[in-house]
């Protein structure tokens, strides 16, 4: 990784390419740059995307993230939030399609997804995150709302909504 500074926007391929190597050195040892530069990567919403699509399958560190990661995540609350509780509700949703598929290591890759997702907004604890999830709660619940044509996007049915549903439960009822 080299010690220059992102160049923002970063597009999605580059962060996903800048998250891996971020992953590798990681790995190694971590370091004072490595805030700095995932900081810089989830000032945008397509460099937060690559990054948290990257960070949260990878296997070794997400698992336990470190103070450094956590920190970096809330560097940008106006970004994450949002995306981290979309992250969460996607994960569960496609358990139940990758069951419905017979697709039991897929479905496993994604509850595993959601169990570090789950874990990472514990651990970020941001006020705004618990808010973005009981609107999408809302919206799961009803149909309507802030998170409706998210989704519509991506064709949640009943069984996908009911399962979003209670994962968000479980996230809004944790003490924080």
Not at 49 to 68: M, Q
Not at 113 to 122: D, E
Not at 141 to 169: M, N, P
Request: net charge negative; charged share 25%.
């Amino acid at each position: 990784m080299s010690n220059s500074p992102l160049e923002v926007p970063v597009t999605f391929e580059q962060a996903i390419a800048q998250t891996q190597a971020l992953i590798s050195q990681a790995e190694v040892e971590e370091s004072p740059e490595l805030a700095v530069v995932i900081a810089e990567l989830v000032k945008t919403e397509t460099g937060a995307r690559g990054f948290l699509a990257t960070y949260i399958k990878s296997e070794s560190i997400a698992d336990n993230p470190s103070i450094t990661v956590v920190q970096a995540l809330k560097s940008n609350p106006n970004v994450v939030e949002d995306l981290i509780v979309k992250n969460l509700a996607m994960s569960v949703a496609q358990v139940v399609f990758h069951r419905r598929n017979h697709k039991e290591d897929l479905a496993e890759a994604s509850e595993q997804v959601r169990q570090r997702t789950a874990r990472l907004i514990k651990l970020v604890n941001m006020p705004a995150v618990y808010d973005c999830s009981e609107k999408l709660l809302a919206s799961a619940t009803t149909g309507e709302g802030s998170y409706k044509d998210f989704l519509e996007r991506w064709g949640y049915d009943a069984e996908q909504r009911q399962v979003i549903c209670k994962a968000l439960q479980q996230v809004i009822s944790e003490p924080r």
